[in-house]
Structures are given as structure tokens and as C-alpha cells.
């Protein structure tokens, strides 16, 4: 099957770059068949399609195409379109396509769906901006990734959310803006979705489409309000502890300088331990006194 559908046809050939997929000559009489699957995966802009639809609409007249034939030629456009065609199994994105992906596809196309990822025009300054705040010198690709171009922004994104301490997760003591930011950002979303409507959404933007135009004013604002939220959202936890030390320097009328009030508390808490019968008075106590503890928290 490699020799006749993808070799003779010129699908996989080597040019100046090394090996790779390329769409078929016009005369290998496979090339209207590739164009067919080109269209399906490119006019999925939208929303995802489900490949069985590919599969139905392949196997009909005028094409006819041999049920065992189309995943093989789907790889390859999939392969040709790897930076631009979002692969999903069961409606969740695919970061990386492996064989496993491929012997399910063989089983049950229905369970997979493709989507083109459209970054032109404005979305392309939008992706540049964002990249120059996101992306991280030297960052290594995962190999065989799919859709580098979004996921060397979306990636990032994701993991700041997901390195979040659990009080900047669930807290409200943001800005709307930024409360918009972080709650987008916890949802499982489509990664051209993200970047271009619920992001630019949560910074009280409208939706960037693809065919847009601007002088370049759209995109700059959207990098500075995400900068500005992100920022707010990374430091939240570090506002709450510093506002907890000044409320403890507070409340306690320690006298010494604030970076010397953890000791202070602690000679204090050390003639209280093992006194205190209140259980969150006795944590406070024991944390208080204990010389290891760097950070207090109240219970």
C-alpha cells in the first residue's frame, strides 16, 4: 500500500528539506481524491467534523474510495497540514498523533474530528504578540507535535493556570479583567478558541477573526491587558501574604521591624505551646513556634 498509494503518487518524496508529505501529481489520478479530504479538514473552521463524515462522503460516487485506503491518505494530509489541522478524539484535542490514535481511526472513525486552525491575517499579529510574552527561549518541542504555532503559546497558558496555588485558583479578590482571565483559562477549551475569542473576550474585547483588519492597535492591547492580568493573577498569592503579615504586625503590636516579626511571633508562640486547647488557636501556635517554618497560614 506505502508503494501505490503513497510513493508512485509522489505523496511521500523527498525535495531539498529531507523526506516528507506532499499533495500527489495531477497525474497519478489520486490527486482529486487528497484534494477532497484537503477541503474537508480546511472548510472545518468553525467547529470540529467528524472524519466518519470524511469517510461517507469518500466511499460515495463520484469517488469510491476503498474503506481501508482513507486513513492512509488522511495521515498524509494531516502530515502536510501539521501546523494548521487540530486532530480530536472524542471532542479533546490531540497535542500529538500516535500510532494508537491510528489503529482506533481504523476501528471507529466517529470517535475522531478534525479542525482548521486559521492564523492569518490579524490572528497572525495576535499570535506574534502573544508569543512574545509566552513562549520561553530555547523551549523545546515535543516531537511529533501537531499545531505549533498555537500550542508554543497555548501550552504556557495552561501550565501557569495549573502551577496556580489553590487560593489564586478559587479566589474572587481580582479585577473583573482578570477574573475573566483566570476562570477562561481554568475551562477546557479549543486552542484557536482560546486565543481568539475567550481570551480577547475576557479582556473586554471583541472576537479576532482571521479575515480581520487593523493597523495593529488590536493586537497590542490584547498582548498588554493579558500581560496586565496575568501578572495580577501570578502575584495574588504574594499580595495575600504580605497583607496577612502586616495584619499579624498589626494585631499583635510587634514593635521590631516587620522582617524580624516571624521571630517575634515565634518567642511568643513558644510559651504558649502545648497550652492551647482551641484546636485553631493550637495550629496557629504550633506553626507559630516551629523554627522551620518559613510561611505561616492561618486555618
Do not use: I
Given at each position: 500500500m506505502?508503494?501505490?498509494v503513497l510513493s508512485e503518487t509522489g505523496i511521500h518524496r523527498q525535495d531539498k528539506d529531507g523526506w516528507g508529505f506532499h499533495p500527489p501529481s495531477e497525474t497519478s489520478g489520486i490527486s482529486q481524491i487528497w484534494q477532497a479530504i484537503d477541503d474537508f479538514c480546511l472548510k472545518a473552521k468553525n467547529q470540529i467534523q467528524s472524519v466518519d463524515k470524511l469517510y461517507t462522503f469518500l466511499a460515495a460516487p463520484p469517488y469510491g474510495v476503498k474503506r481501508g485506503v482513507i486513513p492512509v491518505l488522511l495521515a498524509a494530509v494531516l502530515l502536510y497540514h501539521v501546523d494548521d489541522i487540530g486532530v480530536?478524539?472524542?471532542?479533546v484535542f490531540i497535542p500529538v498523533l500516535g500510532a494508537e490514535h491510528f489503529?482506533?481511526?481504523l476501528k471507529d472513525a466517529?470517535?475522531?474530528?478534525v479542525k482548521y486552525f486559521e492564523v492569518v491575517g490579524l490572528r497572525s499579529q495576535v499570535f506574534k504578540e502573544l508569543e512574545s510574552i509566552l513562549r520561553k527561549k530555547d523551549a523545546a518541542t515535543t516531537p511529533g507535535a501537531r499545531n505549533t504555532t498555537l500550542l508554543v503559546v497555548v501550552k504556557p497558558l495552561f501550565q501557569f493556570v495549573k502551577k496556580l496555588p489553590a487560593y489564586t485558583s478559587k479566589?474572587?479578590?481580582l479585577s473583573n479583567e482578570a477574573l475573566a482571565v483566570l476562570q477562561t483559562l481554568q475551562k477546557a477549551q479549543e486552542p484557536d478558541e482560546l486565543l481568539f475569542t475567550s481570551l480577547p473576550l475576557a479582556c473586554g474585547l471583541n472576537p479576532i477573526f482571521a479575515d480581520q483588519e487593523d493597523d495593529g492597535t488590536i493586537a497590542k492591547t490584547l498582548r498588554k491587558k493579558l500581560f496586565t492580568a496575568l501578572h495580577e493573577i501570578q502575584t495574588a498569592y504574594d499580595s495575600l501574604l504580605s497583607e496577612c503579615q502586616v495584619l499579624l504586625h498589626t494585631a499583635f503590636a510587634v514593635r521590631s521591624e516587620e522582617n524580624k516579626l516571624r521571630e517575634d511571633l515565634r518567642v511568643r508562640a513558644s510559651?504558649?505551646?502545648g497550652q492551647v486547647l482551641e484546636h485553631r488557636v493550637r495550629s496557629f501556635v504550633l506553626a507559630a513556634a516551629n523554627q522551620k517554618c518559613q510561611r505561616y497560614r492561618m486555618a
Open positions: 506505502y508503494y501505490s480530536y478524539k472524542d471532542g489503529e482506533l481511526l466517529s470517535r475522531f474530528a479566589t474572587r479578590r510559651y504558649l505551646s
